[in-house]
């Protein structure tokens, strides 16, 4: 705690007024992480080209972990998979899924449990690839886009 109110520019009694400790403040900033990938998940459903919508979105999951790959993953996963929040994202990943598949981009029987093991597996990828390098993640998700595809 010591550490993250140096960093923030703040006293130590700051943050502990704010959050009970760091489970708290982790808690928080996990709530913020799922908003933001929430949101994101939005935006792709705007796009009126299914495929852009989706590319986008895939690409705003693997920029998202690299930037915060030393701890995306463990945020993440402090979420529960049935808060209000994270069941929205599901469900707009599953409709980004559905449109791709009804305009043709993506096979039929392609469903958005498929998008979000993806999405899962992105994470790992992520994880898995040395600092600051994007090409093992991004090559990752055009095979798999490629292996997805109608055509």
Do not use: C
Request: hydrophobic share 45%.
């Amino acid at each position: 705690m010591e550490a993250i109110a140096a960093r923030a520019g703040l006293g130590v009694g700051t943050i502990y007024r704010r959050f009970a400790g760091k489970d708290a403040l982790l808690d928080a900033i996990a709530r913020l992480f799922v908003e933001e990938m929430d949101r994101a998940a939005a935006t792709a459903l705007e796009d009126p080209d299914p495929a852009a919508g989706l590319e986008w979105f895939l690409d705003f999951v693997g920029t998202f972990n690299a930037e915060k790959r030393r701890y995306a993953a463990s945020l993440t996963d402090r979420v529960p998979s049935d808060d209000d929040v994270s069941a929205r994202t599901a469900d707009r990943v599953r409709q980004l899924t559905q449109n791709a598949v009804e305009s043709g981009y993506l096979t039929q029987g392609v469903t958005g449990d498929d998008v979000k093991a993806l999405i899962v597996a992105i994470r790992g990828v992520v994880a898995a690839s040395p600092d600051g390098d994007d090409g093992p993640w991004r090559r990752f998700v055009r095979i798999h886009l490629a292996g997805l595809r109608a055509d």
